[in-house]
């Protein structure tokens, strides 16, 4: 993802473009896999793993990134690539690798419809499944 549109995708989800959060969000387009944060501040060495967490809480509050939970240890971020700052219009099934601990997206894979008892709101939802992948099962 080149800078114009990384500023677009903040920009669409009501973030202000600053330099460090360009980098941050074209280090996870770049990724072909959710990153934990430990992840990212390996990726980016010019930002301080605060400034990255920063720039992520910020993500997650307009809806620029996933948060997943992944089972193992901790959380991974991946942009979301809904057009607004209100819903998350692109949620996706994840596996999780008990073997090599990466997590994948199955975007071909759509999160099933929940339909809550009466009074409960969803906020959010994570659809993990867990196994081995494809490399570990060689």
């Known amino acids: 993802m080149d800078e114009r549109h990384c500023v677009e995708l903040l920009e669409e989800h009501g973030v202000k473009p600053t330099a460090n959060r360009i980098v941050v969000v074209k280090a996870l387009a770049s990724a072909d896999r959710p990153l934990s944060l430990s992840e990212l501040e390996y990726k980016i060495l010019s930002i301080d793993k605060s400034g990255v967490f920063r720039a992520l ?50 975007e071909e894979i759509g999160i099933p419809e929940v339909t809550l008892p009466e009074g409960f709101m969803m906020t959010s939802v994570n659809f993990m499944v867990k196994g081995i992948c ?3 099962r060689r």
Not at 84 to 104: A, S
């Open 57 to 106: 809480t910020l993500f997650r509050e307009h809806h620029v990134v996933h948060v997943i939970e992944d089972g193992g240890d901790g959380v991974r971020y991946e942009l979301c690539h809904s057009h607004h700052d209100g819903v998350d219009d692109d949620l996706h099934v994840h596996f999780y690798c008990e073997h090599c601990r990466r997590t994948f997206c199955l």
């Open 134 to 136: 494809p490399d570990c």
